[in-house]
């Protein structure tokens, strides 16, 4: 098989195996937490049981920010695989069966030990933004021994979390999948996941991006952190010259392609309520990685990104709730 | 304290704690899995892993029958208690930290050991019908020991699950319950919970009933299966002469109260459409324990019950999502 042959997989994605733990809380509950709004904040395990305490009711749904985009990719009809860690206990169990009954090509298998699943408290505000607070639990094993690089080699594409940057040893598993899909001939995503994440990790990100990722996802805070500037014109001038395809959400401004030096202005779906915008950067990279992986052009594959996006901001969690092929088929954007 | 002093909870309810595991399916599953559309099957750890396995994606809400009617109570703004067994695992935190977050007084301290918290697995039809495939695990353990008496006698109602009629040790538990509300001077209430369970316990339904239960809940499979009869109105006959205070559900045709032979009909309240049904009847008895609780006509009970009901059936989870006294002052039925 050569590195042009047809690929098995549209995406294989890799990140964190997390069980979100959704419920709602006011902005002074926020503040008492001591959580940013729209942020996400690793926390430790009695950290995440105090938080939880004085939430509200909550309900449990399968998220983690790549396994989103994953859900999503295969709810287009696209061909998806999941690279992950879970423990062998309940949320593990629930991870599993969720990334698989969409039809995501997902093999991990669970690691016992005393750390559990990871899981993620988001707490949303009435405004209907997210504000996760995440306990890591059993992903800080995840290391390149865990890399499924018969399923990186098979797929168009290799999505990557930015959120994986926290932790060395992830980093290094980033750098080993991202040469193992190089070496194949295919094409290599990075989300950068999170401004504060970026904070944290900017000189690792930039030297990562320019070794050989093809398409960056950022959102603005996001692309701002990577080019220490408050400007956005700024930080998407920078990113023309570093980025062969970036790809910056902008809320509801919309978001903005910029391949090759041109620039194209996706408009953001408009919707009747945001309940919960939990997931929406993750579904957003789903349509236009369907896309991409696809062959359609770039303008309609962000106009697939920002359906995806407008449909899972609709509702309680991070994944689709309707099947995107049918919506996107209404809209005329795929046949 | 004597037997009228005023109590500081108005309902305690006695109940399996369950957390729902809630996905959809289509008609031709539940046929393959053998489930009867709109019932509740006992099943055991084998089964449910299999069933599982096969259903789609799901979300994971505290539910159990009697719970979601306490979580109703307290939506009221009632004073609301529940009792029932969990395990020390993860389902078990996760029953508790719901219950405990809508303002329900739950005391049970978690049972150690390899039985875990119990789940029903709850497969929604496209129609919105919820068929439920319950693993009891722990529940099973619950006996006469669990019961907190004090939270009993505190109560100016009590009420019953039905479902608990499965077990003879439950059973027990059930009559001593009864037998200390009734020595503190508190109303005892029973719902029928299910139409085979009704069917399995037939003898032992209608005894209890009669050795002095206040009110009984019960939808129109479930009365007829008591009375063993195909026709309404022969089972309200016999309820009837039976029951001090029956209030019978029948779905789309609103909801019958038969109080010392005389008979109100309360009309369904519309809604715009029926996304699950689960938690319909037991936020129906939310509404109409919260009601005679706080000393209301039957007919205003009857129409907050009514009220409730269509909220908890036009979203997914068997739980209030909006505060229920706001609902009901909007519609000027609490002031």
Known sequence: MTSTAVTTYDVTGIGNAIVDIIGRCNEAYLANVGAAKGSMRLVDADEISKIYSGMGPAVEISGGSAANTLAGVASFGGRAGFIGTIADDEFG????????????????????????????????????????????????????????????????????????????????????????????????????????????????????????????FANESEIKSLYETSNYDDAATKARNDIKLAVLTRSAKGSHIISNGSDIEIA???????????????????????????????????????????????????RPAVPLDRLARQKGLIS
Request: net charge negative.
């Open 268 to 318: 953001a779906m408009p919707i009747e309520q945001v309940v919960d915008t939990t997931g929406a950067g993750d579904l957003y990279a789903a349509g236009f990685l369907y896309g991409v992986a696809h062959g359609l052009p770039l303008e309609t594959s962000g106009k697939l990104a920002s359906l995806a996006a407008s449909e899972v901001i609709s509702h309680i969690g991070a």
């Open 93 to 216: 169990r629930i991870f599993t069966h969720d990334i698989r009954s969409v039809g995501v090509q997902f093999n991990a298998t669970p690691v016992k030990g005393s750390l559990p699943t990871s899981r993620s408290l988001i707490l949303v505000t009435p405004d209907g933004e997210r504000t996760m607070n995440t306990f890591l639990g059993i992903s800080t094993q995840f290391d390149e021994s865990h890399l499924d690089r018969s399923l990186i080699r098979d797929s168009a594409i290799l999505y990557l979390e930015g959120y994986l940057f926290d932790r060395p040893e992830a980093m290094r598993a980033f750098k080993a999948a991202a040469n193992e899909a190089k070496r194949a001939g295919r094409k290599v995503a990075l989300t950068l996941s999170d401004g504060f994440c970026v904070d944290r990790h900017r000189a690792e990100f930039l030297k990562f991006i320019r070794e050989g990722v093809d398409i960056v």
